[in-house]
């Protein structure tokens, strides 16, 4: 699980957990799949930045990358983005497909009869409410607990550049 916040409006920081997908093909581009009916998505229309708070507990490392964010849609006009989005809708589980049939997350409860079943039909593409996230990393924030030390990297180059990364160790 990794966090992901954003900067609001309000200059207040918003949290969401979500489930690392993975990364895109030759590149550190970080995706996450989560529901286009969530706040989340018109936050980010808003504001695209946002920022991941990664712990691993086993290694005592921390790493904070922060950037701008794609949101993927079905509306999204670039093919090579709608391939992706079904690249991702196909490689996910089935359970995790039907949430997107689910009722519309953050909104009450109306009735406390059971949902109705929902099926999906495997062989078809991603349904509406699917949407994939992709955080471009600009500057991370790596934090090593164990040996106390911390390093930061920062981003340069255009966004039709290659990424050129740079390096400088801080105090922790």
């Given at each position: 699980?990794?966090?992901?916040?954003?900067?609001?409006?309000?200059?207040?920081?918003?949290?969401?957990?979500?489930?690392?997908?993975?990364?895109?093909?030759?590149?550190?581009?970080?995706?996450?799949?989560?529901?286009?009916?969530?706040?989340?998505?018109?936050?980010?229309?808003?504001?695209?930045?946002?920022?991941?708070?990664?712990?691993?507990?086993?290694?005592?490392?921390?790493?904070?990358?922060?950037?701008?964010?794609?949101?993927?849609?079905?509306?999204?006009?670039d093919p090579i983005k709608l391939?992706?989005?079904?690249?991702?809708?196909?490689?996910?589980?089935?359970?995790?497909?039907?949430?997107?049939?689910?009722?519309?997350?953050?909104?009450?409860?109306?009735?406390?009869?059971?949902?109705?079943?929902?099926?999906?039909?495997?062989?078809?593409?991603?349904?509406?409410?699917?949407?994939?996230?992709?955080?471009?990393?600009?500057?991370?924030?790596?934090?090593?607990?164990?040996?106390?030390?911390?390093?930061?990297?920062?981003?340069?180059?255009?966004?039709?550049?290659?990424?050129?990364?740079?390096?400088e160790r801080v105090n922790p």
């Amino acid at each position: 699980m990794i966090s992901l916040s954003l900067s609001l409006k309000e200059i207040k920081v918003d949290d969401f957990v979500g489930t690392l997908r993975g990364f895109q093909e030759d590149s550190d581009k970080i995706q996450i799949n989560t529901d286009g009916r969530s706040r989340k998505i018109e936050e980010l229309k808003h504001c695209p930045f946002a920022e991941i708070c990664w712990y691993f507990t086993d290694s005592w490392e921390q790493f904070r990358i922060n950037g701008t964010v794609d949101i993927i849609d079905g509306s999204n006009p670039d093919p090579i983005k709608l391939q992706q989005r079904e690249k991702s809708w196909a490689s996910s589980s089935l359970k995790s497909r039907l949430q997107y049939l689910g009722p519309q997350p953050g909104l009450p409860i109306l009735s406390e009869e059971p949902p109705k079943e929902v099926s999906v039909d495997p062989s078809t593409g991603p349904v509406g409410a699917f949407c994939v996230l992709v955080l471009d990393p600009q500057q991370v924030d790596y934090l090593n607990l164990k040996s106390n030390q911390r390093l930061t990297f920062a981003s340069t180059g255009s966004p039709n550049e290659e990424k050129c990364w740079t390096s400088e160790r801080v105090n922790p």
